[in-house]
């Protein structure tokens, strides 16, 4: 049975069916770096963590990275970077490997279709992504899976706009990057990235402010909302100043790239998906940029996904499924 896959910098999700509905796996694209001992391995399995041994580290992965990090003091460490692979990070690629196994599961039967995630080449920076893209569809591959890649905005045209004849534009805010396509029919028309996400906006709200990023990341992740009134040098302030900024970098450059070909002559909508459009207030600060920046098409109508952590993935696996029928 097909399956989608969102390999993203904050989170890796795998997309498949069971009977008629979608059901959905998922893990913190972390890993936290420990020494060997023979208490320590005894008190990760006393809490049935997920770890490997690798010499004399022990490595626990995912979501229960995240949990004992303050445990053990001890920052967490991700396979991926800006959307893809870290350069910096040597244990990037097995340790990807491990959780992106862990995700998807053995497979139902050889040669098994999966759709994955990757970002567009962005406009503003040199990063180049087929590295990242030929990497990962080889790590799929060695589990036995038939892999091919989509670009990470056309997944939520597929996720989201069915009703629409995949008509519209997709917009992943990812955490390493943010992911832009507009489609006609399912016909990339404009697919390209930003080098700014989540991660761009934690990182100077902590520079601003003399707060820990982790800090920075939790209350944007727990009750942040965007709106206009925010206690001055606060890191709600920072962090609103750096969405603002964020959503209008987008806008700009999105109004740019669709003035550089010839739409069709209909109607637009817009999707928001991504862990970083999930803050209440977002997309009345996406629509009211949309407003003052406006765009060379016409906007039907801009909506937040209904999941928007997990529709990357339901859009991979649509295509996989497409794919294989």
């Known amino acids: 049975m097909a399956k989608g896959l969102d390999a993203g910098t904050m989170n890796i999700v795998c997309a498949e069916m069971e009977g008629e509905n979608v059901v959905f796996v998922q893990q913190r694209n972390a890993f936290l770096e420990l020494d060997y001992s023979d208490l ?3 008190m990760l399995d006393n809490a049935n963590v997920q770890y490997v041994i690798k010499g004399d580290k022990i490595y626990v992965l995912g979501d229960d990275a995240m949990k004992f990090a303050t445990v053990f003091r001890k920052s967490t460490r991700r396979p991926m970077k800006t959307g893809i692979l870290s350069p910096e990070e040597k244990e990037a690629v097995p340790i990807i490997k491990l959780i992106v196994e862990k995700v998807l599961g053995e497979t139902s039967y050889e ?5 994955l995630s990757s970002p567009a080449n962005p406009i503003d920076s040199d990063i180049e992504t087929t590295y990242h893209r030929k990497t990962m569809e080889a790590l799929v591959k060695k589990l036995g899976y038939n892999p091919f890649t989509i670009d990470e905005g056309l997944a939520i045209i597929y996720s989201e706009l069915a009703d629409n004849s995949f008509t519209g534009i997709g917009i992943s805010f990812g955490a390493g990057m943010t992911n832009v396509t507009a489609a006609y029919f399912a016909a990339p028309i404009v697919s390209f990235s930003i080098a700014r996400g989540g991660d761009w906006i934690d990182e100077n709200a902590a520079k601003a402010t003399g707060t820990p990023k982790e800090q920075v990341c939790a ?4 009750n942040f909302e965007l709106k206009y009134e ?17 959503i209008t970098y987008v806008v700009e450059n999105l109004k740019r790239k669709l003035t550089e070909v010839t739409p069709p002559q209909v109607d637009f909508p817009i999707v928001l998906a991504g862990g970083t459009s999930k803050p209440r207030g977002f997309k009345r600060t996406f629509e009211e940029k949309i407003s003052q920046v406006g765009l060379p098409v016409d906007v039907s109508q801009i909506r937040v996904a209904k999941d928007p952590l997990l529709s990357v993935a339901r859009g991979c696996l649509i295509a996989a499924k497409t794919k294989e029928e």
């Open 111 to 115: 040669n098994e279709i999966v759709c």
């Open 40 to 42: 320590t391995k005894m």
């Open 230 to 246: 925010v206690e001055l040098g606060s890191v709600e302030g920072a962090l609103a100043i750096y969405y603002d900024y964020l």
């Open 219 to 222: 209350i944007k992740e727990s």
